[in-house]
């Protein structure tokens, strides 16, 4: 179900910047900037294990729980649709003995083809996360793509309701290969914006 609400949303947003293009006055320009503020649950979408089943893709037992996600971002526009910046982040969830924390720091690439007063933020994320759980931690690659819902009230100030699927994998050689994993997250976050376009 879940799945099927993330295609559904990243093919509207597909559809709406089609249809968007034409007529449509660009509401940025190179060098607009944008600050953002992001909080709200994390789902845990699954863990795969390549190495114990190759086979299996645990949607049902994840292990972990409902969690939390908050961030900062800020972008610069290369153009009148494209924004590129950095995202620092804060992830936990909650396993059935331990807390697992992420803390991802990403550069972040954002597509906007409809802007104005409502938009539709398209987002590709990738970076490191530093990770705890128990007693280890260690540094992962992180990489999130993200479609977002934003409407301007003001000029300069937004709010946006936005999910997507955030992975984080757990690397291992060896004889503890096995211990491999990849996680996946569905954050779904409001976020307050401050756009400008001086």
Sequence with gaps: ?????????????????IGAKEGQIPTYEKGSQMFTFR??????????????????????????KVG????????????SYFALGGELGYLFDYARSDLFTSVPFQAKLTYIPLQGTFEIPIS???????????????LSFF??????????????????????????PEVYFGTNRDQTALGGFLPITL???????N
């Design 143 to 168: 990489t999130e793509l993200e479609v977002g819902f934003s409407y301007y009230f003001t000029e300069a100030w937004g709010l946006s309701l936005s999910s997507g699927l955030q992975l984080i």
């Design 68 to 79: 939390g996600y908050g961030a900062i971002r800020y972008q610069g526009f290369l153009s």
């Design 1 to 17: 179900m879940k799945r099927f609400l993330l295609i559904g949303l990243f093919i509207a947003a597909l559809i709406m910047s």
């Design 124 to 138: 590709f994320g990738l970076g490191f996360a530093y990770n705890t759980f128990r007693t280890s931690s260690y």
């Design 39 to 64: 909080a709200g649950p994390v789902i845990p979408a699954f863990i795969y294990l390549p190495y114990q089943d190759p086979t299996l893709l645990s949607f049902t037992d994840s292990r972990l």
């Design 191 to 197: 976020s307050i914006s401050y756009r400008s376009n």
